[in-house]
Every structure is written in structure tokens, then in C-alpha cells.
């Protein structure tokens, strides 16, 4: 099993800068790919990025790029994103997740992490 603990949410106004951190303990070597989504209220959720955990290759949604940066510490077994430019519509629950087979399904995920974005 790998356990997800997310921090770094909160209150940010709007324009300004967030990163927000996804500690992974447990079989992190069971780990093929970590993932950053969000849902805001009366939303879906929806995938803003994902990352190798080796090697570190990223794929951003397309409505994400340019704002977020996903990044990884294998030292620290710990992924980041990095918000810039942020607008109350960024205001969401944010999670991380972890899949664990290689095939684009996350089994594990974090809590959550609220982002509140103020105009």
C-alpha cells in the first residue's frame, strides 16, 4: 500500500501563488505514475497533471498548462505543483494520487487539500 499525505492549501489571493506538497510513504517503489487532480463544488473532478515517479516525465491537461507545474523529490518521495496566476475558478479540493499498475488508473489518493483562491 502507498499512503498519500497532501499540504501547502489555503487562502491565496487572486494572482498569486500556491505550491502544494504530496508526501508518498509505504511501497513507493510500487509507484508508476503520480497524479494531480481537483474538484471544485457541483464539479467533477478532473486531472491537472501527472508525473513519472522515475525519470519524471509530465503530462499536463490541456485547460492547465502554462499555470501548473508538476515537479518531483524521489530524495523525499514527494511531488509538487506549483500554482501561478491563480483565479477564484481555481478554488477546489486538491488531490494527489498514485497509480500502481501502470495502466492510467489511480488506486491510492491522499485526503485532500483545500485551495481557496479570493478575488
Not at 495502466?103 to 485532500?112: A, C, F, L
Request: aromatic share 10%; with cysteine; net charge positive.
Amino acid at each position: 500500500q502507498v499512503q498519500l499525505v497532501e499540504s501547502g492549501g489555503g487562502l491565496v489571493q487572486a494572482g498569486g501563488s500556491q505550491r502544494l506538497s504530496c508526501a508518498a510513504s509505504g511501497r513507493t517503489f510500487s509507484i508508476y505514475t503520480m497524479g494531480w487532480f481537483r474538484q471544485a463544488p457541483g464539479k467533477e473532478r478532473e486531472l491537472i497533471a501527472r508525473i513519472a515517479w522515475s525519470g519524471g516525465g509530465t503530462f499536463y491537461a490541456n485547460s492547465m498548462k502554462g499555470r501548473f507545474t508538476i515537479s518531483i523529490d524521489n530524495a523525499k518521495n514527494t511531488v509538487y505543483l506549483q500554482m501561478n496566476s491563480l483565479k477564484p475558478e481555481d478554488t477546489a479540493v486538491y488531490y494527489c494520487a498514485a497509480d500502481l499498475n501502470g495502466n492510467g488508473r489511480y488506486h491510492s489518493w491522499g485526503q485532500g487539500t483545500q485551495v481557496t483562491v479570493s478575488s
